[in-house]
């Protein structure tokens, strides 16, 4: 079995700068509701997404990721994916969890990911700090493809 959280370190800098916002606000405007709400909203942000955990069982044949202490949980079985590869991600994929030109990205820090994709069509790229642990864990169901080149052909769409 392996598991991996990787820390949102890019999301605790954002956090972090907007932070200092509400301590000037706090400082100019005193016990303002407005900015104590937009304080604990970003405490809320934070702890829920303080990072990516992906833990492959190998025992139930199944991938599962999650952010933080279990919010937006995926599960998917081995015999559902087609193939696993070790791809690169470029700035226009973003952070957080959303739909891309390449699919569903989940992704906390960094550009090092990994490309699931689906009998289905489906795909889900899934950032990690341990691109070549990941793989390894996964091994049955790579099929030998690193591709390094994908940022740059990315980049390339995106002009």
């Not at 970003?42 to 990516?52: E, S």
């Not at 025992?59 to 559902?80: E, M, R």
């Not at 960094?110 to 009998?119: C, D, N, P, R």
Request: aromatic letters at 12%.
């Amino acid at each position: 079995m392996y598991q991996k959280t990787q820390l949102a370190w890019a999301i605790w800098g954002i956090l972090a700068w907007l932070s200092t916002f509400v301590v000037m606000g706090l400082v100019l405007l005193g016990n303002n509701i407005g900015v104590l709400a937009f304080g604990i909203i970003l405490l809320l942000a934070a702890f829920v997404f303080y990072g990516l955990t992906i833990k492959v069982d190998n025992a139930d044949k199944q991938i599962s990721w999650w952010f933080g202490p279990g919010v937006a949980k995926k599960t998917l079985n081995f015999d559902d994916i087609d193939e696993v590869k070790a791809v690169t991600n470029s700035f226009s994929h973003g952070i957080g969890m959303r739909i891309s030109h390449d699919g569903w990205v989940y992704s906390v820090s960094g550009f090092k990911a990994i490309e699931v994709s689906m009998s289905d069509g489906t795909k889900y790229r899934l950032g990690t700090s341990d691109q070549h642990g990941l793989l390894e864990a996964l091994k049955s169901k790579v099929k030998e493809q690193t591709t390094e080149k994908d940022s740059s052909e990315d980049e390339k769409s995106a002009l």
